[in-house]
Antibody, heavy 122, light 109 residues
Framework: EVQLVESGGGLVQSGGSLRLSCAAS????????MAWVRQAPGKGLEWVAV????????YYADSVKGRFTISRANSKNTMYLQMNSLRAEDTALYYC???????????????WGQGTLVTVSS | EIVLTQSPGTLSLSPGERVTLSCRAS???????LAWYQQKPGQAPRLLIY???SRATGIPDRFSGSGSGTDFTLTISRLEPEDSAVYYC??????????FGQGTKLEIK
């Protein structure tokens, strides 16, 4: 059974940093691209960042480019999101999502975690 | 950059009715790389449809998707109370690699 468990969320002041983790199990982690998707309170889904299975391809949404860094440790079946220079508008539930293939393009999300809440106070 | 616009924003229907949700792209979606997700309150999104028209594992055949190019639809026949949710379309074939529509909220009264 595929499981994705996010952690690392919390309350942080504007300008601060947080590191989110996503622990994966139930599938061969290195074979799949992984992504972070966020949802601000009462709002829709926003894709944040995506990383290919071998970390060779990485993309970011314009809203986080230069501030967030996605990475993965395949030996630990874990993906990370380092978030720096946080702003109030980064307040959201952050989901970890598994893609359906190794590469970033041409794949959709077949499994999602339950999310970890990030609150940025101004 | 592809922008997805969903309509209507909200709708309220009765059990047993049929509904069609729309997702329009600002430019052609590469390779019919269009998916639909269902999100119920307090839950993570669930994959319904991929490749514009293929149902995900375990999704009842009441759910169907169609479309190509810039116009896509999700149809739910014979609505049931548990279909109350927000529905999102997503493109995954162009740059940026992913983009979601703003969602359609469906209420079953």
């Amino acid at each position: 059974e595929v499981q994705l468990v996010e952690s690392g969320g919390g309350l942080v002041q504007s300008g601060g940093s947080l590191r989110l983790s996503c622990a994966a199990s139930g599938f061969t982690f290195i074979n799949y691209a992984m992504a972070w998707v966020r949802q601000a309170p009462g709002k829709g889904l926003e894709w944040v960042a995506v990383i290919s299975g071998g970390s060779g391809n990485i993309y970011y949404a314009d809203s986080v480019k230069g501030r967030f860094t996605i990475s993965r440790a395949n030996s630990k079946n874990t993906m990370y999101l380092q978030m720096n220079s946080l702003r109030a508008e980064d307040t959201a539930l952050y989901y970890c999502a598994k893609e359906t293939g190794y590469m970033v393009r041409g794949n959709y999300f077949d499994y999602w975690g339950q999310g970890t809440l990030v609150t940025v106070s101004s | 950059e592809i922008v997805l616009t969903q309509s209507p924003g909200t709708l309220s229907l009765s059990p047993g009715e049929r509904v069609t949700l729309s997702c329009r792209a600002s430019q052609s979606v590469s390779g019919t790389y269009l998916a639909w997700y269902q999100q119920k309150p307090g839950q993570a999104p669930r994959l319904l449809i991929y490749g514009a028209s293929s149902r995900a594992t375990g999704i009842p055949d009441r759910f169907s998707g169609s479309g190509s190019g810039t116009d896509f639809t999700l149809t739910i026949s014979r609505l049931e109370p548990e279909d109350s949710a927000v529905y999102y379309c997503q493109q995954y074939g162009s740059s940026p690699p992913h983009a979601f529509g703003q969602g359609t909220k469906l209420e079953i009264k």
